[in-house]
């Protein structure tokens, strides 16, 4: 590791010290305080700690702000980090990735598994101490199916399995009450699906089935500020210092609330990893991993396994790592131009010299690590959907060129979020593009939340892209590219493929489900190379050693609500 001289060492201290410290408290506008009838997030009241007790406090980097920390609006994984942590759904994981009880304490299923019964606890409370009720998830549930709201949920196609969810958000029918959704009391919530859905239970541990306090309804920026976030998971947002940190403390009235150690949480927003790794070192962070994914700089790596034996883990992620292609965009449009940009990048290459990480090669979209039929679906569908060579990339260049009426490829611009590894992994492939295929490519960093609202308007040529999965299923990867899908940022549709996904959702023998979604993802990446697989990803993380019970489970979460500091 190259180190810095004392002085920058020293000025880097100081600034992460006035930063912690000047950011402890978010300014609210006027417009955003709490109304009478909208009860505010008060601190948690705790015991003054005693001269020789810890402080049960956790200090960790998120990168970026949150685009969004509306769980009926949020779609990237910052977002999702701090929503585990803030909310709770009906069910919810453990460390395995496995559904345990959430709000719900029980629940009934049908014999056709069809309809389902959660019957909720009754202890369970907002973190103003009003009581989550059946409503709230109605409520939740019909406002994203809600196709009158000036901003759609980007993920409003996790509920089509619900009766009459799809066709309410595409007009088919105009009444909500025929959605099948409904608190049949205070403490009872029926839900009628479309069609037996197996893995039904992990979709209600996801942020988008996630309740909303009806405080919402009279105030569309709610989850803009701490002071109007009102949230019902084992902490709350007590500060927002937009750009720079958030601060947690526990929610008092989490109905688990003797689990929680931790009183202070606080996530920073520091994109620049070799900043980001002095920190850890000066003691100013306690973690490093995802959901900042390259949180350290791989260069790095190889050294801290040494120097950190006993802080540093590297484990793979059930995640995925790609280039995006904008389907609807000259030359992209053309299949051919997009294989040969695909098969001409030398993947093991990126892994062992730039990626550092155990990330592995990747020629499909699902990885390993994603469950069907009661083992991994790589270990059952051959990925190797297509072989790395440059001369059948040139091959279909010329074709690809010629086709669409093209002497030469145009420069192009490929675009990424700031971070370093996506950097180093653009110039590894923009090299390899213009070694092999004579091709020249800009590189274009941009901030997070433009950087995905570009993506969702197909504003790009191409561009840097990642998945980690909402579900133990290869369907959260595959149903992506949906026609319609509102994570569908590539313009793909074709209408073989959608047939497929929407078969595999309704087919109950597991054995031919998991054949048609094998038979969807040879079409997006043999036949189309809709996108360009590049690795199956790997983390390294560092972990101060009397910090415990902090981790990354298996479906890439990222998960510090029951920690503690030993």
């Known amino acids: 590791m190259k180190r810095r001289t004392m002085f920058v060492l020293l000025a880097l201290m100081l600034s992460v010290s006035t930063l912690l410290s000047a950011c402890a408290s978010s300014t609210t506008p006027e417009a955003n305080k709490p109304t ?35 769980p009926g609006l949020a779609q990237d994984v910052t977002s999702s980090t701090i ?94 009450n025929q959605i099948g959704v409904k608190a049949t009391s205070d403490y009872t919530l029926e839900v009628e699906l479309e069609d037996p859905t197996p893995y039904f239970l992990d ?25 109007t976030l009102i949230s019902n998971g084992p902490f709350k947002v007590s500060s927002w210092a ?89 030359p992209f449009d053309n299949k051919k131009i997009r294989k040969a940009l695909a098969l001409s990048i030398n993947r093991q290459l990126i892994t062992e010299k730039i990626t550092l990480s155990g990330q592995k090669p990747a020629f499909g979209i699902v990885p390993p690590g ?13 990925g190797n959907f297509f072989k790395e060579d440059v001369a059948e990339a040139q091959k279909l260049l010329a074709e690809g060129l010629k086709e669409s009426g093209l002497d030469k490829m145009p420069e192009f611009t490929l675009i ?36 995905l609202d570009q993506r969702s308007a197909l504003d790009y040529e191409v561009a840097r892209a990642g998945w980690n999965p909402d579900y133990n299923d290869p369907v959260t990867f595959l149903d992506l590219y949906t026609t319609g899908s509102g994570n569908n940022d590539i313009g793909f549709s074709n209408k073989k493929y959608d047939d497929l996904v929407k078969a ?42 009397n910090i415990k019970n902090i981790y990354v489970d298996p479906l890439a979460n990222f998960h510090f609500a029951r920690g503690y500091v030993e």
């Open 36 to 70: 009478e009838t909208q009860k505010p997030n008060n601190e948690t009241k705790t015991d003054p700690p005693t001269e020789t007790a810890v402080k049960q406090e956790f200090r960790f980097n998120i990168g970026t702000e949150p685009p969004s920390l509306d």
């Open 83 to 176: 929503l585990s942590a803030t909310f709770e759904g009906l069910t919810s994981t453990d460390k395995d990735s496995k559904v345990i009880p959430g709000v719900a304490e029980k629940w009934d299923i049908s014999p056709d598994g069809k309809k389902y019964t959660f019957t909720l606890r009754q202890n369970a409370k907002w973190s103003n101490g009003d009581p989550v009720t059946a409503h709230d998830f109605e409520y939740a549930w019909k406002r994203v199916l809600d196709p009158t709201l000036p901003q759609t949920s980007p993920y409003n196609y996790q509920l089509y399995y619900i009766k009459n969810g799809e066709a309410y958000f595409t007009k088919k029918i105009t009444d909500p």
């Open 203 to 227: 979709l209600t541990a996801f942020a988008t089935y996630f309740p909303i306090h009806k405080s919402a309804k009279n105030n569309p920026a709610w989850a803009n500020e701490a002071n």
């Open 242 to 330: 937009h750009s720079s940190q958030i601060e947690f403390v526990p929610n008092e009235h989490y109905h688990k609330r003797d689990e929680i150690k931790l009183t202070k949480v606080t996530a920073v927003m520091i994109e620049d990893t070799n900043a980001i790794l002095n920190m850890y070192e000066t003691n100013a962070l306690d973690y490093i991993g995802p959901p900042t994914n390259g949180g350290i700089p791989s260069e790095q790596i190889p050294i801290l396994q040494q120097t950190k034996k006993d802080e540093i883990a590297i484990k793979p992620l059930a995640a995925s790592y790609y280039y995006l292609f904008n389907n609807k965009q000259k």
């Open 370 to 382: 994603i469950n069907i039929v009661n083992d991994e679906y790589r270990n059952q569908v051959d």
């Open 416 to 451: 990424y979020n700031t971070n370093d590894l996506h950097k180093k992994v653009g110039q590894a492939v923009a090299d390899m593009w213009k070694q092999n295929l004579n091709i020249d490519v800009k590189l274009q960093n941009i901030e997070w939340t433009v950087f």
């Open 504 to 545: 595999a959702k309704k087919e109950v023998d597991l054995v031919k489900r998991r054949d048609l979604l094998a038979s969807a993802e040879k079409i997006l990446i043999e036949e189309e190379m809709a996108i360009l697989p590049i690795y199956y990803n790997a983390t390294a993380q560092l972990l101060k050693p």
